[in-house]
Every structure is written in structure tokens, then in C-alpha cells.
């Protein structure tokens, strides 16, 4: 496990920032450090979990969780579970404007900015929603902090130099005097690092394989990598 005081005396070390409690130097790198976890997993999507909610007979429904990421959306309403598909706002609307009077179960939603939630058709009272999201981590704050805590980011142990060097980078770039570069280098490594996470993930199947193809299509089948797409 990496705790709090241990991401900080790595980062100061390697930079030569003070670590004194509480000083500038110090609160500088805590920043840094929680910017880190939540970019990690904003990239990665390394940390998932689920939650339901029961937004009642409304087409707009404020979440009032922190999300960083819906990954799949189902809804259940009566004895009936359906997926659903996400749409941009404008989508919506326009789906909206041409079919008011649908009916039947939710089909589609939207996210507009990043805790309102778009229904259509509006959802039954009793209905219910499942999503898959990557949750928003509570900063860090205490020494002993660790984020691969789940109320902390959720972020396994093996990750952790993903959130070092995002905070190298940033501590470089505070530091340097813009001849080094080395700013520049610590980032190319977290992308690096990214990279590796991506992979890892992927042995341990958090990406669907595609279906299999026939061999007369002769095309080759890889595996589906985490990208934008996965959000929408």
C-alpha cells in the first residue's frame, strides 16, 4: 500500500520540494496527488462500481452522486430488465420534440454536464435505474490516506505509480526552469503508465472480446481497448 505520507516524501524527494507539514510545498503536492487519482481513473476507468437509483415518474433527474464516468446504464421496470442507450443532449431533445406522447420503458438518456440525467419515455414511478460508473474519490487529506482505499479512488495498489508520476509531472513543471524539460518527460511517462494500466486491465477482461468471425471474412479480431467511446 502507498499512503498519503508516502506519495509525499517520494514526490519531494525527487523534485526537492519541502516537505515540512503543512507547508506550501506540501499542500502543493497534495493537490497534485488527488488531481492524479481522479485523472487515473477518468483515463482508465480502473475503478467501477454500481449504484441504483429510483428517480420517479421525471424525465430530468439529478443524480446527487459523484460520478466520473457512466459506463452501462440498465433500467427495470415491473418484471423487465432493458439496456439502455445513451445520447448527446441535442439528441435527446430532438427525440423529445418528435415523439412526446411515447410510452413504454426508458430507452435512452443523456448526461448534461455532469449530474443531471435526460430520460425517454420519462420513466415509470417505480422504476428503477442500474448504472456502472467510475465513482468521484474523496480527496486525500490525512497521512495515512491510501487510494486504493474505495471511499479514496479505488485504485489498486500495482497503479499507484500512475498517480506519482502524474504528480512528478505537475511538481516538475512548478519547479523547473523551462530549460529541462522534465515536466515534459515525467508526463510522457504517466501516459506510459496509462498504457500499462490499459493492458492490464485488459488480461484481467475488463474489455469484451468481439464475436467471433467467420475465416472467409479473413479480418482479424483484437482485443476492444477503453476509450471515449466507452462513456457514450
Known amino acids: 500500500m502507498t499512503t498519503l505520507a508516502n506519495f509525499r516524501t517520494r514526490v ?3 523534485i526537492g520540494l519541502d516537505n515540512t507539514a503543512s507547508s506550501a510545498d506540501q499542500s ?3 493537490s497534485w496527488l488527488n488531481e492524479g487519482v481522479v485523472d487515473v481513473l477518468r483515463e482508465t476507468g480502473c475503478n467501477v462500481d454500481s449504484t441504483t437509483v429510483t428517480p420517479g415518474a421525471t424525465a430530468d433527474y439529478a443524480l446527487g452522486v459523484s460520478v466520473l464516468g457512466i459506463l452501462d446504464v440498465y433500467t427495470t421496470s ?7 442507450q445513451q ?3 441535442p439528441d435527446m431533445l430532438e427525440l423529445r420534440r418528435n415523439g412526446s406522447s411515447a410510452a413504454g420503458p426508458t430507452t435512452y438518456y443523456a448526461m448534461a454536464g455532469t449530474d443531471l440525467m435526460l430520460f425517454y419515455p420519462t420513466p415509470g ?3 428503477t435505474f442500474t448504472m456502472y460508473v467510475v465513482p468521484k474519490p474523496t480527496a486525500m487529506s490525512v497521512s495515512s490516506d491510501d487510494p486504493s482505499s474505495a471511499s479514496l479512488g479505488g485504485v489498486r495498489t500495482e497503479f499507484h505509480k500512475a498517480i506519482e508520476l502524474y504528480a512528478l509531472a505537475e511538481a516538475a513543471d512548478y519547479d523547473d526552469d523551462g530549460s529541462s524539460a522534465q515536466g515534459q518527460r515525467y508526463r510522457e ?3 506510459e503508465e496509462l498504457g500499462r494500466i490499459r493492458r492490464s486491465l485488459n488480461l484481467l477482461g475488463r474489455y469484451k472480446q468481439p464475436a467471433a468471425v467467420l475465416p472467409t471474412q479473413r479480418r482479424r479480431m483484437g482485443a476492444r481497448r477503453f476509450n471515449d467511446q466507452d462513456w457514450r
Open 87 to 89: 445520447l448527446s443532449v
Open 78 to 84: 415491473g418484471s423487465s430488465d432493458s439496456r439502455m
Open 28 to 30: 502543493l503536492v497534495d
Open 189 to 191: 511517462r504517466y501516459r
Open 125 to 127: 414511478a417505480s422504476d
Open 12 to 14: 519531494s524527494a525527487k
